[in-house]
T-cell receptor
Framework: AQRVTQPEKLLSVFKGAPVELKCNYSYSGSPELFWYVQYSRQRLQLLLRHISRESIKGFTADLNKGETSFHLKKPFAQEEDSAMYYCALRGYGGSQGNLIFGKGTKLSVKP | NAGVTQTPKFRVLKTGQSMTLLCAQDMNHEYMYWYRQDPGMGLRLIHYSVGEGTTAKGEVPDGYNVSRLKKQNFLLGLESAAPSQTSVYFC???????????????FGPGTRLTVL
């Protein structure tokens, strides 16, 4: 089965604190995983993908195949990081494989 | 470029009414998608299209129909709206991929639909 689980609906931290948004997946084979973000009144947009192994806006995410996890981390949260975060998995089928989204985690960074 | 646009932004329907949501993209993307976003459910794929004239079912296709007569447009139809279809609908598009590599999906601003 293909599944993405984000166990936290809401995560609230203070500015400057570390943040970790959890994502676990279920997939047979080599997964491709992504984090999408939706800021207030803005469109959903790609934040980062595991293949690129990049850091975007201070966020990083490492694919851990042993734990089937792709947690999103940032050492020092900023108020502008407050948003809805979705973990997504490239599924089977289709010419390029459709995305399977988790239910999302709302990150609230307090001043 | 406008990117991905959706029409209308808001709509209220009565049970049993029909309507069509329009998605347009000006990026010459091959792939287009319709999702619905419900509180606590995340985004779920309704239908998608891998090219002009082709459509396929996603995770939650029942009660919806789609058409892709032109490459730049992807229409989502509700023939007989039900309260369970109250949701925010997002359209997305992505370019053709080579070598099996995934390409980023670009999302529209969403349509908020309420069915009474």
């Amino acid at each position: 089965a293909q599944r993405v689980t984000q166990p936290e609906k809401l995560l609230s931290v203070f500015k400057g604190a570390p943040v970790e948004l959890k994502c676990n997946y279920s997939y047979s084979g080599s997964p491709e995983l992504f984090w999408y973000v939706q800021y207030s009144r803005q469109r959903l947009q790609l934040l980062l993908r595991h293949i690129s192994r990049e850091s975007i806006k201070g966020f990083t995410a490492d694919l851990n195949k042993g734990e089937t996890s792709f947690h999103l981390k940032k050492p020092f949260a900023q108020e502008e990081d407050s948003a809805m975060y979705y973990c997504a998995l490239r599924g089977y089928g289709g010419s390029q494989g459709n995305l399977i989204f988790g239910k999302g985690t709302k990150l609230s960074v307090k001043p | 470029n406008a990117g991905v646009t959706q029409t209308p932004k808001f709509r209220v329907l009565k049970t049993g009414q029909s309507m069509t949501l329009l998605c347009a993209q000006d990026m010459n993307h091959e792939y287009m998608y319709w999702y619905r976003q419900d509180p606590g459910m995340g985004l779920r794929l309704i239908h998608y299209s891998v090219g002009e004239g082709t459509t396929a079912k996603g995770e939650v296709p029942d009660g919806y129909n789609v058409s892709r007569l032109k490459k730049q447009n992807f229409l989502l139809g509700l023939e007989s709206a039900a309260p369970s279809q109250t949701s925010v609908y997002f359209c997305a598009s992505s370019p053709w991929t080579s070598g099996g590599r995934y390409n980023e999906q670009f999302f529209g601003p969403g349509t908020r639909l309420t069915v009474l």
